[in-house]
């Protein structure tokens, strides 16, 4: 499948080093959750070595969030990760090993088993999805539920992240264009317009319209078209098939083609999807499709930290 513009993980993590951008988002949610866990002190404390425990099947992520826990709310604790970032795990599995002063390794324990159970989840949940579609891409939306730490888990599962915020991509929507219309001005002329007007030098790379039928779709594409033509730009755009039914975009596919602008686009299937339909679009000629049923609601895999002996 030839790479598209859904795929942002490189400004979550460039060359194994997690951008600043990332960073921000990782300290800003393990604050929080430190903050509502509010540790209370420990009678004890020695070194201890502890180890987190699978107790289900699943898919591990969450390596770079942990170990940011690790490194800012713990004094002296080393860790050791037995499974790779992406790798599975079965029951009874040893995921990573800590060893430190058994206080502060309790007082991180309730947000590290949910980050990890979190993701996990998330990554396992997305593999689901990602091994049933057979040549389209998965991508997740906005609609998250811890932000830029649920696109991750995404990507570790083979999912792409679509947009990770509003500034990131342009994206015109049924609200956009309704906001932008002129008095006596139809839909359609309202999409070709606003279409007309975008920077084709700024937003060329990854833009996204809505569109909510064939006679949409036809209009964006033949606009970007010759937007690009003129400016001898090669990009497609990205029609978002919002809630179009297959048969509908079968037909739309077909008329894309026979007006040579099927080429100029990049097909992405939204609303209504589910796991159980994946065969349906498989075949449907889009080039991936997008739900936040990916990551949304998803259960967490169930890990279990254990404290072993130590010295006083």
């Known amino acids: 499948m030839a790479a598209l513009p859904h ?12 951008t600043v951008l990332f960073v921000n988002s990782i300290d800003r949610w393990i604050e929080t959750m430190i903050a509502d866990d509010r540790s209370g002190e420990d009678k004890v404390s020695r070194i201890v070595n502890a180890k987190v425990i699978a107790k289900e099947s699943g898919v591990v992520c969450g390596h770079l969030v942990i170990n940011r826990l690790i490194q800012n709310y713990t004094n002296d604790c080393f860790v050791e990760w037995i499974i790779e970032e992406g790798g599975r795990v079965e029951p009874g599995d040893i995921v990573v090993k800590i060893n430190g002063n058994s206080s502060e390794i309790l007082k991180i324990e309730r947000v590290l088993l949910n980050i990890l159970g979190k993701l996990s989840g998330i990554t396992t949940s997305t593999l689901k999805w990602t091994s049933a579609s057979e040549n389209i891409g998965v991508a997740c939306t906005r609609k998250t539920e811890w932000g830029l730490l649920d696109k991750w888990a995404v990507h570790i599962g083979g999912g792409l992240t ?33 279409i ?23 209009a964006a594409a033949k606009i970007w078209m010759s937007l690009q033509n003129k400016n001898e730009n090669l990009q497609p755009i990205v029609l978002l098939l919002d809630n179009m039914e297959i048969s509908e975009i ?10 040579d602008l099927r080429k100029w686009c990049v097909l992405e299937g939204s609303g209504g999807i589910s796991i ?37």
């Not at 007309?196 to 006679?215: A, G, H, K, L």
């Not at 000629?285 to 010295?311: H, K, Q």
Request: aromatic share 4%; net charge negative.
């Open 7 to 18: 795929d942002r993980s490189r400004l979550l993590v460039e060359q194994g080093i997690p």
């Open 162 to 194: 679509h947009r990770l915020d509003r500034g990131d991509a342009l994206m015109l929507k049924e609200n956009d264009f309704a906001s932008a219309k002129k008095d006596h001005e139809g839909i359609i002329e309202t999409i070709e317009r606003v």
């Open 196 to 218: 007309s007007e975008i920077d084709p030098i700024r937003n060329s790379s990854f833009i996204i319209t809505e569109v909510q039928d064939e006679e949409q779709a036809i």
């Open 250 to 259: 079968n037909s739309t596919i077909l008329k894309l083609e026979s007006l």
């Open 276 to 312: 159980d339909s994946i065969s349906k679009w498989n075949t449907s000629g889009v080039d991936l499709i997008s739900t936040s049923a990916v990551n949304r609601g998803v259960p967490p895999i169930d890990f279990s930290l254990i404290i072993e002996g130590g010295e006083k």
